[in-house]
């Protein structure tokens, strides 16, 4: 079993997220995630006055997959959250020891 | 207690054995607790005599003489509910040995314990329990509802008087300090009437509050309330709880969304909207007998202080025409004109919340009772008051509470009604839908010097969600609803427009930051396009940050707040290019054809107008333009208690041309002489404006409440031939005077100028320039920026 997790541009997070389900993954965990890359915040200039953003707003985006399911799911996150300027983010697969469902205690592939 | 003991006290309490009482009570409390045909009350009844019942059957044998069982708190004034404590105090009188005192305790409390019913229990001498009683407040009020259960009548009878007496005694030192933890509470808990999962018991307004009421009652410092509008709340609120600790089936205080359709429907209500709204209405009456009750208080309290009724100074002051403080309150003056000024309610009201203390009661009253309606649409001064109002940010809520209780707000915006008391289910709110919009006025009125219209930032923020009353997006709706209301407050078309605008687009910017490519020209294009101007922008984002710190700490994290500073930073980028920013409400009179012969000609006079249908009267000033004659015409208005609601200031061919839109704070204002010979002197120095206004501002209290810091900067590119200086900051007398002052210190001439007062707020535009007539060099600007934001900012 994998954990993908993706960090993206807020706004991406809809159509993320329906790519994923028409793609059958229906479980996902989001949350609002604030950091930066190699876009290392910006420099807004505003009347005269440049102030610097530290942090850019992001989504962070977990998904528990099979193993067998982690290349095509990582190929739609990419493809649908692309915008091909720098900030779009990045998408990473560990590997998962076990995974439990809280409710009946089954484990592992049971319980993704 | 001894738990060793435990086996020794069972023999005691031999005969019908405490197994059998148990079994009984336990099988004829789950009847009545399950039993449907009962009413609430009845159930509270009859669980409270099932439990004296058993306590006298368990105590029944107990040696009686100078020992009692006595019910106190809740238990003493029979409301026991399905999840409620047994609150019980085994009194004696001391002569006993503690040994054989503690063995009857046990021998009573181990068959409750073990019936597993919650005791809250404790054993005192009488002496004990009057000093315990003496430190601790919780315990005095719980023996002010003392009530004999078993033993002998008349330990339970000394018990009650002592206490008693000791409160009426200790009234003025105890009822401060349960005011201190009814603050304390409510800061907690919150406001029953305006929380969407109050606490029936502790949130301000709640049961609690009846509690405190009564013992406040009982010291004979202030009367029960006379409405029956209390008891009912107070037996509603019980009915409600009951229902809550049957549905949870435990002891629960707070009313949680997920049980509240339960609930609902075990009190026969159709739906927790309904359960929620009535609830609402009663912690509401709650609160504002607890405001009358606490009031009355103060003012028994201060009159019966030591200092000789000669030698006190009740504070007595004018706050507005008709309108006095007395003794920290505000009253009506005793020849207001009430019957025949309309606008007297809410003028007494924004004055009121301007100095920060409540209208009296018999104030209130007596507006509600006497007080015409508003004619539609308001007349200036109405608005003008109202916006005061509700400039007076958080420090003002108690006063607007005060007007809601007794229907003002709904006389004076009839639309107010849908809103009142509405609950909302959305996880990110706090309030009710009414509270809430008041909530935004105050993160408002605290962000007004961002926009330079204040006023119509605080009568969106009123507004914003006045669409929930109806169906349908509440932002469309609510549209087309502030759009009338606005209106009806008598806001010109093109303000009417931008009140509505706001409204229809309060959820956009936080809608578009999380869901819209912020990169993408055609975002900031699409937001540009809808907000038209960089003020609107302002006013949006103002607005949108207002809206969500009052819906609470969720709504508005660093990271929304990131979002949405980057898109409007991006919008504004695409404005600027486009348009130039607009100032002033744009009703100011420009100068007529008899001041401009008369500057043409080099002459100097003034003209004063009568007073209109609103009170406003024309000052119009003209005189050979020179350094400090704007600081000294402002001075003498201010000398004279003419309140300045705008002006327009210019120069035209060397001469100025003044034209002032004033109203007099008392009585009729002054003629044109006395202002022509008093500017005259202040011009040639005979006449120290300065100093005058100084040593009035000494007779002023300083404002009681919490108002922003002033803000004072620059406007770049808003004209190439002068230096243009926007100040923003609360209304107070002299304050353009002051402004004025400075300027003229620094040696810069103001050439024109753009005043207004909007509601308590300035909005204050200055075009310097400098010997030469051209605009300030950027260092200059700077420095007389500095300047004049250090001088206010110091006062602030």
């Known amino acids: 079993m994998k954990l993908v997790t993706a960090v993206i541009k807020p706004f991406k997070l809809d159509d993320v997220r329906s790519a ?93 | 207690m001894d738990a060793a003991q435990g086996p020794a006290l069972e023999e005691t309490t031999s005969g019908a054995g405490p197994d059998l009482h148990t079994k009984r009570f336990r099988t004829a409390r789950a009847a009545v607790v399950d039993a449907g045909d009962l009413s609430a009350a009845q159930r509270r009844k009859a669980l409270s005599d099932l439990c004296d019942r058993w306590l006298a059957e368990i105590y029944g044998p107990l040696p009686t003489p100078g020992m009692a069982l006595v019910a106190v708190g809740g238990y003493g004034r029979r409301e026991i509910l399905p999840g409620s404590d047994l609150d019980v105090v085994l009194v004696h009188d001391g002569s006993r040995d503690p040994a054989e005192v503690a063995r009857i305790a046990d021998s009573v409390f181990y068959p409750v314990w073990d019936a597993r019913v919650p005791l809250d229990h404790s054993v005192r001498s009488l002496d004990d329990a009057a000093q315990v009683a003496g430190g601790d407040l919780k315990v005095a009020l719980g023996l002010l509802d003392a009530r004999h259960v078993a033993g002998d009548p008349d330990m339970t009878h000394a018990l009650a008087e002592r206490n008693l007496a000791a409160w009426r005694r200790a009234a003025a030192r105890r009822l401060p300090e349960l005011r201190e933890t009814v603050r304390e509470r409510e800061q907690r808990s919150g406001e029953l009437a305006y929380l969407i999962e109050p606490n029936l018991v502790d949130s301000y307004g709640g049961l609690r509050d009846t509690v405190v009421l009564r013992a406040v009652a009982a010291s004979w410092v202030a009367d029960w309330p006379h409405s029956p509008a209390v008891e009912e709340s107070r037996a509603w609120l019980l009915t409600v709880r009951d229902a809550l600790h049957r549905s949870t089936g435990r002891r629960a205080d707070r009313l949680l969304l997920q049980e509240q359709d339960d609930v ?72 207001a004109p009430l019957e025949s000024d309309p606008t007297l309610a809410v003028r007494a009201a924004a004055a009121a919340a301007q100095a920060g203390v409540p209208l009296a009661t018999a104030t209130l009253e007596r507006l509600v009772a006497e007080s015409p309606d508003l004619p539609v649409p308001w007349p200036p001064s109405a608005r003008d008051a109202f916006v005061r109002l509700l400039g007076a940010g958080r420090d003002g809520i108690p006063v607007w509470e005060d007007l809601e209780s007794a229907g003002l707000v709904v006389r004076w915006l009839p639309d107010w009604e849908r809103i009142r008391h509405r609950p909302q289910r959305t996880p990110i709110h706090r309030h009710t839908v009414d509270r809430h919009s008041i909530e935004a006025v105050a993160e408002g009125a605290e962000l007004a010097r961002r926009v330079s219209r204040p006023d119509l930032l605080l009568v969106a923020a009123l507004l914003h969600d006045v669409g929930k009353g109806w169906p349908g997006d509440h932002s469309a709706t609510g549209a087309v609803i502030a759009e009338g209301m606005a209106a009806r407050m008598g806001f010109t078309e093109a303000d009417v427009a931008v009140v509505s ?74 404005l600027e290019g486009e348009h130039p920013e607009r100032f002033g409400s744009g009703d100011e009179h420009p100068a007529d054809l008899w001041a401009r012969t008369l500057a043409e000609s080099g002459a100097f006079d003034v003209l004063v107008t009568a007073p209109d249908l609103d009170q406003v009267c024309r000052v119009t000033v003209v005189a050979p333009d020179r350094v400090g004659l704007l600081a000294a015409v ?36 002054p003629d044109d002489a006395v202002i022509r010979r008093d500017l005259v002197k202040a011009l040639d120095g005979s006449l120290d404006v300065e100093a005058r206004l100084a040593r009035r501002s000494q007779d002023r209290r300083p404002p009681a409440i919490h108002i922003a810091a002033p803000r004072v900067h620059l406007v770049p590119d808003a004209s190439h031939t002068a230096t243009v200086l926007q100040v923003r900051a609360h209304d107070e007398p002299g304050l353009l005077h002051r402004v004025a002052s400075l300027l003229a210190h620094a040696r810069v001439a103001v050439r024109s100028a753009v005043v207004d007062t909007l509601g308590a707020d300035v909005v204050d535009v200055f075009y310097l320039v400098d010997e030469g007539g051209g605009p300030l060099d950027a260092d200059r600007a700077q420095g007389v920026r500095d300047l004049v934001a250090e001088a206010l900012g110091s006062r602030a």
């Open chain 2, 264 to 335: 609902a429907r075990l009190v026969g209500l159709l739906d927790a909207d309904v359960l929620l709204r009535r609830v609402s209405e009663a912690g509401r009456a709650i609160a504002y007998a607890s405001e009358v009750g606490w009031r009355a208080v103060d003012r028994t309290l201060r009159s019966r202080s030591r200092v000789p009724l000669l030698r006190r100074r009740v504070t007595r002051r004018p706050l507005t025409d008709g309108v006095v403080e007395h003794d920290g309150q505000a009253v009506l003056a005793r020849d």
């Open chain 2, 501 to 574: 605008e706001l409204v229809r687009h309060h959820l956009l910017l936080p809608a578009v930051a999380t869901s819209r490519d912020l990169e993408d020209p055609a975002t900031t294009r699409m937001v540009a396009e809808l907000l038209g101007s960089v003020e609107q922008l302002d006013l949006l984002a103002t607005l949108t940050e207002a809206d969500a710190r009052a819906a609470g700490p969720a709504a508005w994290t660093p990271w929304r707040a990131a979002l949405v500073r980057d898109l409007v930073a991006r919008t504004r980028a695409v």
């Open chain 1, 20 to 112: 994923l389900e028409s793609f059958g993954v229906h479980g996902m965990t989001v949350s609002e995630a604030s950091g930066y890359g190699r876009q290392k915040g910006h420099t807004e200039v505003y009347r005269g006055a440049e102030y610097t953003v530290d942090l850019v707003p992001k989504i962070r985006l977990e998904v528990l997959l099979d193993d067998g399911d982690v290349d095509d799911v990582v190929e739609v996150i990419v493809k649908t959250s692309q915008t091909g300027r720098i900030g779009d983010g990045k998408v990473w697969v560990a590997p998962v020891d076990t995974v439990v469902r809280v409710r009946t205690g089954e484990r592992g592939v049971d319980a993704l």
């Open chain 2, 634 to 669: 402002a001075g003498v208005l201010a000398l004279h208690r003419l309140e300045v609601r705008g002006a327009s200031v210019d120069t035209i061919d060397g001469a100025a041309v003044q034209v002032w839109r004033t109203v007099s704070e008392f009585g009729p204002p």
